[in-house]
């Protein structure tokens, strides 16, 4: 499998139809044109392709507050359960971990599958945002973090 930067309007339509047609979007209302949306610019979108087609797609932003944050993470429905998912973390944690010591990721309260796979990998939960994008459903903020910011810093500098 291959993952790659992509800001091809066809791919990008691609990836915001894996979304709108699966939960946890779907359960939060999310629609196609949402989905688009929160694909555009200034996130970076890396897709990873199974014989030229997209397998699944992870989404970063890499400034503000909470730089070095995965906004989404999606594999096409036929092909979950596979380890698309894992490498596409790794993919994003390689990257996000080279520039600071942080990496942030929201999961919704209701998406234990999800949970589970992110415990797994190393985060932990960093915060609690409740009735975040809809009433009677949380937000649980999470973690991944090699250390303090300015143990970074001076690693960085030396
Ligand atoms: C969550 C998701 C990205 C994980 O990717 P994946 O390629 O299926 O995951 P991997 O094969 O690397 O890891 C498997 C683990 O993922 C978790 N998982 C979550 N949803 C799953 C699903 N529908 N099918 C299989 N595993 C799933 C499980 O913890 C599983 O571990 P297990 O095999 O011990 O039960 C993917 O299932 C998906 O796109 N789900 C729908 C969209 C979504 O919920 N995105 C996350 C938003 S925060």
């Given at each position: ?5 992509t ?10 139809g ?45 400034y ?7 906004q ?5 429905p ?21 520039k ?18 992110y415990?797994?990998?190393g985060y ?35």
């Open positions: 499998m291959r993952i790659s930067r800001r091809k309007p066809a791919d990008l339509r691609v990836c915001a894996y979304m709108a047609a699966t939960d946890p979007w779907v359960r939060l209302g999310r629609t196609y044109r949402d989905c688009l949306a929160a694909l555009r610019a200034p996130r970076e979108v890396y897709a990873a392709r199974e014989k030229g087609a997209i397998a699944g797609f992870i989404v970063l932003q890499t503000g507050v909470l730089n070095g944050y995965i989404t993470v999606c594999v096409a036929g092909l979950r359960g596979r380890g698309v998912g894992t490498e596409l973390v790794r993919f994003a944690e390689k990257r996000i971990l080279s600071g010591p942080n990496v942030f990721m929201c999961v919704s309260s209701f998406n234990l599958g999800a949970r589970k796979l415990e797994r990998l932990e939960r960093a915060g609690l945002l409740k009735n975040f994008i809809i009433r009677g459903e949380d937000e649980l903020l999470l973690r991944k973090t090699t250390g303090p910011r300015s143990e970074f810093a001076r690693k960085a500098r030396n």
